[in-house]
């Protein structure tokens, strides 16, 4: 098993230009997750899929958008980036299984908006 | 609503001292916590979590967590530093039931003197 992957590992785009950051999860998890990481901040959940077709936003949701294509993967998109959404991104998966929230990430993509 | 303060951003200790990494919660309802590390350009990886059954809570890397409900505190202990242990800590609160997503801290840095 792979696990959580994401693709690409770093990224550099220019103000107001658009991406798509891929995470594809092997382990049948249910719920999907995505984080940003900032220094000082710890992470903060931009959105979420607790199920294949379903999404919600998380605490800083503004300036993206996600489509959970299938029960494996779970995207985030930047419609304009700015120079604000230069960060480290997570993707999480977990089980969703009865007394199990152990979330597992993958290894994170590094963007710079210039 | 859940939440989590670390106290102390970065803390130094000597290579064979005590760790000790502070985490106290705030939940409305029974939490499960967890503790995560990252190691320097990666992913959060999962030390320990308590779910409700015992309240001394043992991990990998030799770490291990208290519960205390009277404190509302969940510290990371371990007894002798190794160099390796330097990385970033998460503490971590969801509420008790499957499918909820995580409330993260803002991180302790461990920095391990030789």
């Known amino acids: 098993n792979a696990g959580v992957t994401q693709t690409p590992k770093f990224q550099v785009l220019k103000t107001g230009q658009s991406m798509t950051l891929q995470c594809a999860q092997d382990?049948?998890?249910?719920?999907m997750y995505w984080y940003r990481q900032d220094p000082g901040m710890g992470l903060r959940l931009i959105y979420y899929s607790a199920s294949e077709g379903t999404t919600d936003k998380g605490e800083v949701p503004n300036g993206y958008n996600v489509s959970r294509l299938n029960k494996r993967e779970f995207s985030l998109r930047l419609e304009s980036a700015a120079p604000s959404q230069t960060s480290v991104y997570f993707c999480?998966?977990?089980?969703?299984?009865?007394?199990?929230?152990?979330?597992?990430f993958g290894p994170g993509t590094r963007l710079t908006v210039l | 609503a859940q939440s989590v303060t670390q106290l102390g951003s970065h803390v130094s200790v000597s290579e064979g001292a005590l760790v000790l990494l502070r985490c106290n919660y705030s939940?409305?309802?029974?939490?499960?916590l967890f503790w995560y590390v990252q190691y320097p350009n990666q992913g959060l990886q999962l030390l320990l979590k308590y779910t409700s059954a015992a309240t001394l809570v043992k991990g990998i890397n030799g770490f291990e967590a208290e519960f205390k409900k009277s404190e509302t505190s969940f510290h990371l202990t371990k007894p002798s530093a190794h160099m390796s242990d330097a990385a970033e800590y998460f503490c971590?609160?969801?509420?008790?039931?499957?499918?909820?997503?995580?409330?993260f801290g803002t991180g302790t840095r461990l920095t391990i003197i030789p």
């Open positions: 999480a998966s977990i089980p969703g299984l009865a007394n199990n929230n152990e979330q597992f």
């Open positions: 971590a609160v969801s509420k008790n039931f499957g499918n909820e997503k995580l409330t």
């Open positions: 382990m049948n998890h249910n719920s």
């Open positions: 939940s409305s309802v029974p939490p499960y």
